[in-house]
């Protein structure tokens, strides 16, 4: 373990985690779709990992980068990345190869991770010439296998050799308006962003890419003495079946996948009483999208309004986050404690609560900034510009109205994409709309793709119709293009360009 410069051994958060598991080693931690691993059994697979690495030379300076499957050995590989101190990355964009080697030619990774699943595909084969080396955890032709590397370890804790001010984690960003940017964080700083809760009956399933969502999730179950389990797919029955099957206890989703979750005909079939917490970030969630939910799900919902760069900012929940507040339920909530939040003017000029501006925070855990992109102006004086347009209420509580750059002048009305995908979501056969807007520049009309309701045979015109009625201006309202399954990146989020694309035809 190595030294804070006290002279006090410095315990970082991962150093923390693995303790945990080696105290209570029987304890099944992480499950997939064909197993379950035990504490014991995790710990010694990540101090095998790290012994690995480290005799590969990787340690405090270096970036390891992951282009990894929804499996216990990508969680091992990471936690043992920063067991020797190193920084570690979860890539986006695996299914863009472009994409992919624009974000690593950013970070430019000493060694990048990849999967039997993931080697064959194009992007990773394109991507290996932007690292020093590529591994594969797991047998791939050509590739050193780092899984019989550590096999091959002394079967020893690893002392963890982290220190607080060292890089710990770069956070890929969703991507969904272009390429992903890398915000970074030093071991203290993602420790502050985990935060420290005990909560030992904890069973949280993830179903999607390690996004920073469920990267911070995972870790802050496995550090509160919780468990995980993994599905490497979305699939709204094998999600309910395995709730019930297991106890789940929390969830989280992005909005359009868990729009197609709580419209599953399987939902009223199964036990889901263990469930305490449902959770969704990501996205849009407009009132009448919400009171569909709790209709659906009941009053354990948790909506939260943060950032990869910043990390949580408020939170929404039970009471406020029920149908007996509905005044509540176009609000993201109150902003946590620590959190400091302003509204500024296009030129960074602060306004008063009450006036809509752009977001503006600080607070703990908060990324310093992006690698690779030096002086972005998102961060500046120690706040972080979100680009969201919002505003307090008079009670504090934070109202998000979407994008500053997708809002539009019509006819002399200021309209965002939100107040169409209220009125949309409004609509009994709709479960989910995204809204765009139809042309660059400053003014004119949006197009709206709507998630139809299972079983559903509305048309598009009868919801333009809708629209036309419940949007003022009614000029605002354009193209409407009916969909079965809403298009989503592979962390949930709405692909925006593809929703372009379908609007455009």
């Keep these: 373990m190595s030294q804070s410069p ?44 790290a012994w690995a690495l480290a005799a590969r030379g990787i340690g405090a300076g270096d970036r390891v980068a992951l282009l990894a499957t929804e499996s216990p050995e990508a969680l091992a590989v990471r936690y ?27 970070i430019r990774p000493g060694l990048l991770v990849v999967f039997p699943e993931t080697a064959p595909d194009a992007q990773a084969a394109a991507a290996r010439i932007l690292s020093h080396e590529t591994v594969s955890v797991g047998p791939v032709d050509g590739l050193s296998d780092l899984a019989e590397e550590a096999s091959a370890q002394v079967d020893t804790p690893f002392a963890g050799r982290a220190r607080p001010d060292h890089l710990a984690v770069l956070i890929a960003s969703g991507g969904t308006t272009g390429g992903s940017k890398a915000s970074m964080r030093s071991f203290d700083a ?34 509160g003495g919780g468990s995980v389990t993994l599905r490497d797919r979305f699939d709204p029955a ?20 868990l729009a197609e979750f709580a419209d599953h005909p399987d939902l009223s079939e199964r036990d889901l009483s263990s469930l305490r917490r449902v959770s969704h970030i990501g996205a849009v969630a407009p009132a009448s999208f919400r009171r569909r939910l709790l209709a659906r799900l009941g009053p354990i919902l948790v909506n939260t309004y943060g950032a990869s760069e910043a990390g949580m900012v408020s939170v929404l929940t039970a009471p406020d986050y029920s149908l007996e507040n509905p005044e509540r339920l176009g609000t993201a909530g109150r902003p946590r404690p620590g ?11 602060a306004l008063p609560d009450g006036e809509q501006g752009v977001i503006e925070v600080r607070l703990p855990g908060m990324s310093s900034g992006y690698f690779g992109r030096p002086g972005d102006p998102a961060f500046h004086d120690g706040w972080y510009r979100t680009g969201d347009l919002g505003y307090l209420d008079a009670d504090g509580y934070l109202h998000v109205r979407g ?12 309209v965002l994409p939100l107040d169409l995908e209220e009125a949309t979501c409004d609509h009994p056969d709709v479960v989910y709309a995204v809204a765009l807007p139809a042309e660059p520049g400053p003014d004119g009309s949006f197009g709206v793709l709507a998630l139809r309701a299972r079983g559903s045979s509305v048309q598009a015109a009868d919801v333009r119709a809708h629209l036309e009625r419940q949007v003022e201006p009614p000029a605002a309202v354009g193209d409407v293009v009916l969909v079965d399954h809403l298009p989503v990146t592979e962390q949930g989020k709405p692909d925006r360009s593809i929703i372009g694309e379908l609007l455009r035809r």
Excluded: N
Aim: glycine share 6%; charged share 25%; hydrophobic share 45%.
């Design 6 to 49: 006290s002279g006090v051994p410095y315990r970082s958060w991962v150093d923390r985690m693995v303790e945990g598991f080696r105290a209570d080693p029987d304890r099944v931690v992480v499950r997939d779709a064909s197993r379950g691993l035990s504490a014991g059994d995790f710990a010694a697979t990540i101090d095998r990992y």
């Design 80 to 106: 043992a990345v920063a067991l020797v101190g190193a920084a570690s990355v979860f890539t986006p964009d695996t299914g863009r190869p472009e994409q992919l080697v624009r974000f690593l030619k950013q």
């Design 190 to 223: 993602y420790a502050a962003l985990l935060g420290d809760v005990r909560e030992p009956d904890r069973k949280l399933l993830v179903c999607s890419a390690f996004a920073y969502v469920s990267q911070v999730l995972v870790a802050q179950t496995l550090l």
């Design 238 to 257: 094998e999600l309910l079946r395995v709730i019930e099957a297991e106890g789940i206890t929390q969830l989280s989703l992005v909005e359009p996948l």
């Design 339 to 349: 959190v400091h939040l302003r509204l500024v003017e296009a030129d960074g000029t």
């Design 403 to 414: 994008r500053a750059a997708d809002a539009r002048d019509v006819e002399g009305v200021i």
